[in-house]
């Protein structure tokens, strides 16, 4: 027996029940449709997170408790802290220094959330943003601390409906004037809301307590030594840009175990319809294989073709979820395009290798038993069966 002979018998089998190979094609279709949608999410927050970190805020932050403090319910470093990296700032090369107050606005509505970032009106939003340019109004001026006033970003102005004199509420006490609309160019920093440190303050009850302390250094390519030298000076966590990046790096890395966790439930639930379509088919073809096995076919091609069949059948699932999971990350990322500017998920040659190979894996170990079946049977009995 050829190979040729060998792809065309395949074929031949998986074709006559049509609907039935559709139907397992279309379950393994989903599931690693399912699983290239939730991979891709991590691979693009991962695309997002290298290609605008690394190019906008500031090179160390400093902090109370780490990395997770920029986005603590309530700012517990002290004011004092800024001060003291001010006198520090000649012997480490540090150009400027900006105390921060964050906060997180949002509800069951992801549109409807916001950053709140909080710093000095004077130097202003490009102390720590020195891209950012108004669209619309103006930025922070000296003249505005302390006052009710705030600069937004595009997608924030969007998502809540605001332009150049809006009024913002930001508690039940405390409300702010829109007076600029910051031009799109950061799907992050689209998504933030500048109001003067003082204000941000006194409306979230936090006066003389900062979030972190923003540093930008005359040579950033020092910036892990100086974050070094600031910890053991001031006893804080000091983080660089590249420390927040492998931060984020292992925290998708969880996510992605998680994410392909659930997907394998669904990827062996396709597994399982593929053993059991091969398998009835193998049941119902018994006289065809006895005829293959009188005519001189050898067991290791009656298991050949069998295996074939089933990489086959998980080969077109996996196409066809991989152009399905398309459409899913195109759905994904019209939604965060339109709610803060980004792409969040991306097929990247990596995650189509690697949905590709699962399937095909999946058909090779859901054949296996079918193909053993198969290879055994008896001539004489299988000849005989109606």
């Known amino acids: ?31 690693v449709a399912s699983m290239v949608v939730f991979l891709s999410l991590g691979e693009g927050i991962r695309k997002v997170f290298t290609a605008e970190l690394g190019s906008i805020g500031p090179d160390i932050q400093v902090s109370l408790n780490g990395l997770s403090q920029g986005f603590a319910p309530v700012p517990n470093l002290p004011q004092e802290v800024a001060t003291e990296i001010r006198r520090l700032a000649p012997d480490l090369g540090i150009s400027t220094v900006t105390p921060v107050v964050m906060a997180v606005r949002g509800g069951f509505d992801p549109s409807q959330s916001a950053v709140l970032y909080g710093l000095p009106a004077d130097p202003g939003v490009r102390a720590v943003f020195p891209r950012v340019v108004a669209g619309q109004g ?12 705030v600069v937004i970003g595009a997608k924030a102005a969007q998502n809540l409906n605001l332009r150049l004199g809006s009024k913002l509420n930001l508690n039940r006490r405390s409300s702010v004037r829109v007076i600029g609309v910051l031009r799109p160019e950061s799907g992050l920093v689209d998504s933030f809301m500048f109001l003067p440190l003082a204000t941000l303050q006194q409306a979230e009850g936090a006066e003389n307590r900062l979030s972190l302390v923003a540093v930008k250094l005359r040579e950033p390519a020092r910036a892990r030594e100086v974050a070094g030298d600031l910890s053991r000076r001031l006893k804080l966590e000091a983080q660089t840009q590249g420390d927040f990046l492998s931060f984020m790096e292992r925290a998708l890395r969880i996510s992605d175990a ?40 050898r067991p290791a091609f009656v298991r050949a073709l ?10 077109a699932g996996g196409l066809g979820g991989v152009l399905l999971g ?19 998920a991306a097929l990247t040659p990596r995650l189509t290798l690697l949905a590709l190979g699962i399937s095909l894996l999946l058909g090779l170990l859901s054949g296996l038993l079918p193909s053993r079946s198969a290879s055994r049977l008896n001539i004489t009995e299988a000849l005989g069966r109606l």
């Open 258 to 297: 998680v994410r392909f966790g659930i997907s394998m439930i669904a990827l062996i639930v396709g597994g399982l319809a593929v053993a059991n379509t091969v398998m009835m088919g193998v049941f119902e073809r018994t006289r065809e294989f006895g005829t293959l096995r009188a005519i001189g076919a």
């Open 306 to 315: 069998v295996l074939t069949e089933s990489l086959l059948l998980s080969l």
């Open 326 to 344: 398309l459409g899913g990350i195109a759905t994904v990322n019209a939604y965060t395009q339109q709610l803060a500017g980004i792409d969040a």
């Open 138 to 149: 103006r930025l922070l001026t000296a003249a505005d601390e302390g006052q009710g006033v």
């Open 1 to 31: 027996m050829k190979m040729t002979d060998l792809w065309r018998l395949a074929w031949r089998g998986l074709t006559r029940r049509r609907v039935r190979t559709l139907l397992t094609a279309l379950g393994i279709t989903v599931a």
